[in-house]
């Protein structure tokens, strides 16, 4: 693996696939896209979202003048199945990656605690024939960068976003525990397969913050792209514990919240500065109209936050790492001037939409893959109408948790073997009355419905499979 300094490779101006021809620039109506994606953002911190608390104009912009979404949901409650869902089109019954780690087959690796506590632990990874986003909307002239958090590599460096799909990338991988150490102050970074030494951060200084960092990635990238279609995926890792920013300069007056409290929100309201930033950057580059901006978080709001002092789940049950509503039900933002209406929706969609949708946007339904879980969402983006309610939504961390929903009904377990709990979430959303006694029959065709969803895995077999 080379290793070389940042200042040796410069601005990259010219990268492997680019030529000097001139390129037919994105439209109106076949925009650029840009995907944003927080990493444990709750649904309720953000201010459009409902935080009386946290900070985030540029992001409360975004829903102020685009659609927003009220009732989307991440593709799992924790980071690599979700991504997984999202960058595949397969729900978590039959996606390659169900968990961030697995319990057969895979690689075993080094897993570093934020407490530097280690331990040896087994992921799988995305195969060469799983089809990305990248490859989707790759196949009909995107160009494609991934700017940060991947986490769909495992521990195999040779399943890292530019060898899934995506022409560029820059950011951490699993398979390398150092490229993201220290979090958020890194030292390491990959551009492609090349580790790049970000010299600012050595010897433990704190002068480059991971979020800045990935900011200019992706600026970086958009400059160079400008005369042509570009996909982006830009996955930050605010606010991912460990909670590890040095200015909370926007929170110093909170008087009442310990130093944990301010520096979550702060990695929030900083992630969101830096958005303003790129939104910025595409207004001055006189790209905002034939831009499409996304964003969304990858799942809820984890134990380590704040939870009952800042709201951060919006009052839903549960966090990250459950299948309850605060583990998955997540902010979504839909923006482009012009052309997405203010408006707000209230259709049930997933992570596992975003695939098709963006293939019809690109006009690169040729490349999706065989038995996609999503539907194409894209009516919704734009102000009309989809049928959105009546499928099967569904969720498995395999042997351990199952969900599913259905219109207004919610059925759910997370634990091994527990009986489905029954939810009605127009009537409780926060899923306080569970149902199931009262309507068994609906249980049980919901208990039908669920096990036809899940497809075996080498990595999270079950006795008897």
Known sequence: MLKVNALAIGALALLPGQSNAKK????PDRPNIIFILADDLGYGDLSCYGSKHVQTPNIDLLAETGTRFDQCYAGSGISSPSRCALMTGMHSGKGRIRDNMCTANGITGLKISPRGDTTIVRRTNLQPQDTTLATVVGSVGYRTCL????HLDGYDPNAAPHHRGFDEFYGWLISTVYSNDPYYYPYWRFHGDTLVNISENEHDRHVLHNTDLSTNDAISFIRRNAEQPFFLFLAYDAPHEP????????YDDQQQWDMNTKRYAALITHMDQAIGRLLAELDRLQLRQNTLVIFASDNGAAIQAPLEQLNC???FRGRKGQLYEGGIRVPLIVNQPGRVPAARRQNTIYFPDIMPTLAALTGSEEALPNGYSGMNILPLFYGQEADTDNRLLYW?????????RRGPWKCVAIKPNAPLELYNLEEDPEERNNLADKYPELVQAMDAEMRQQHVPSECWPLPGE
């Open 243 to 250: 909670y590890n920013i040095d200015d909370t300069s926007w």
């Open 147 to 150: 700017v940060n958090k991947w």
């Open 396 to 404: 498995e961390f395999t042997g351990k948790q199952r969900a599913a």
């Open 313 to 315: 789940n919006a009052g």
């Open 24 to 27: 037919q620039g994105a439209t």
